[in-house]
Every structure is written in structure tokens, then in C-alpha cells.
């Protein structure tokens, strides 16, 4: 007979921890910083926006009964990210969550992209996931350990039909194998690291204008014929980053409507 004193629902219970997610300002960020709320804890929410997309997030949250801080910070800049994290454990307590999806993206052919185009996406899409978790787990590893979710993309894995972003999906790519790195030098220490890696998601980030004729198609190449919906990534963060899984890290959960298996 197994031990079954184990609460399975309260697994999932986030009461009295503090998170902090970048991009909490629009899309997937937004939806799984109030997810996290929802499920119990308080959240700084850190975006560069300077339209009320974080104000929005916040009202959310603290309808939801939880504090929220807003933090308006730009995540290619180390001292900024220390400070958005010493702000959130001043305000609202020790940090032990982290959600990074602030995040980019843009197409053009490689042989004539210019070099601009390419480093400043890298900046925001790979190093500023790393100086993120770098500044996230710092305050983790003083407060006994954490978790981390990264949100990478499908792209990392496979390369987008009819989209030349060679500089994302090579962003992406890293930022996978940069979370299973960080994952293992952490893993004797407390903090688990992993990512979510989303398939074509409806949110801002598609409305940009090469993206917009392509739906369709998005919809069509994916098996489940459709898009995914924000609320979709909030059970995998929920579950990454709660006691459920406790025993998962360095792993990236692919959440893209089957997308990879075709
Ligand atoms: N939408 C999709 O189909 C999809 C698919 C796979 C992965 N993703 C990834 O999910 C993440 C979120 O994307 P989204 O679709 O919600 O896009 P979005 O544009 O709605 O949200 C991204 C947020 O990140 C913020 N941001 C961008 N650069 C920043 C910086 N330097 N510092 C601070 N904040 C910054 C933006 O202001 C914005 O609020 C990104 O990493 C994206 O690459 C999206």
C-alpha cells in the first residue's frame, strides 16, 4: 500500500510564494503572471512597456485577492533586473518563482539581414533570459532554492515553415540548452530549471505584420487545427513551478497542439 497522506491538489498550491515574470505586460507573460495570482501567489511583474499593459496585469491580480508590483525595467540591463529583484523582495518577500517571457521576434532572409537586426534580438531573447535567471537566482539560492521557467519556443526545436528568423530560432534553440545548463549547476542547490516551448500562440507577438496573413496557415500546420489560446501555458508554468514538480528540471515542455510530432 502506498503512502497516501500526499495531497494531490494542494501540489499545486502557490499561498505565500513570491514570483517574479518578465513580459508581464502583454500575451503569455500576462496570462501566466495571473495565473500564478490565481493559484495563490503574489507577483512582480517586470515589463519594458510603457503603455498600462503592466497596470492591466496588476488590477487583474489584485482582483484575484494577491499583491502586485510593477516594475518597468528592460531585461538586456543587468543592474536594472538586480534592482527589479531587490525591489520585489523588499515589497512583497523572498523571491522563489520566476517566469522570463519578455521576448522578441522578427523576420527577414539571412543573407540580408543586418547585423543590428540579429544582436538585438539575441540581446532580449537569449542574454536577457540569462541575466534574468542569473539575477532571479541569486535571491534563490540566499532564500533555500526556487524555480524557474524560461519560455522558449517550438522554434527551438524545429525550424518555422515559410518564416526566415533564423536569428530566433537560434535565440530559442539556446535558450533551451542555456536553461538545461543552468539547470544542472543549480540542481545540487535548490533551484529547478526548465522551459516551456509554446507552438503558435494568439497574442500580440502574431499581430506584427508578417505574421498576420499567415494564421491560416499556423492553424492548418498544427494537428490540433488551431492556434493556441494564452490560457493554455498557464497549467504547464503552474505545474513547473509548483511542488508537483518537484522532481523535474532541465526539461522543456513542448506545449504546441502536437505541433512536433508531424
Ligand atoms: N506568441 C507565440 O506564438 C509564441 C510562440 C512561442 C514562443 N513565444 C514566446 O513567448 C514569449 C512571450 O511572447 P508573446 O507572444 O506573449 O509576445 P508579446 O509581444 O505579447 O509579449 C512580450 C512582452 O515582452 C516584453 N519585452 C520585450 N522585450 C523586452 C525587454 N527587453 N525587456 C522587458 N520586456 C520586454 C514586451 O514589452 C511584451 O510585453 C516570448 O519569449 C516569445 O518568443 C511566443
Redesign the pocket.
Known sequence: MPDITLNAPKLFDLRGRIAIV??A?????QRIAIGLAQCGADVAL????TDD?LAQTAKHIRDAGRRAIEIA????TKSSLADAVAQTESELGSLTLAVN?????NAKPAEEMEEDQYQTLMD??LK?IFLSCQAEARAMLKNGGGSIVN?A???GVIVNRGLSQVHYNASKAGVIHMSKSLAMEWVDRGIRVNTIS????A????TRPEMVHQTKLFEEQTPMQRMANVDEMVGPAVFLLSNAASFVTGVDLLVDGGFCCW
Open positions: 518578465t513580459g505586460g502583454s500575451g503569455i507573460g517586470l515589463d519594458r512597456r499593459g525595467a528592460d531585461v538586456t517571457a519578455a521576448g522578441i521576434a532580449i531573447n536577457g519560455i519556443s517550438m522554434s509554446p507552438g503558435y500562440t497574442t500580440p507577438m502574431n
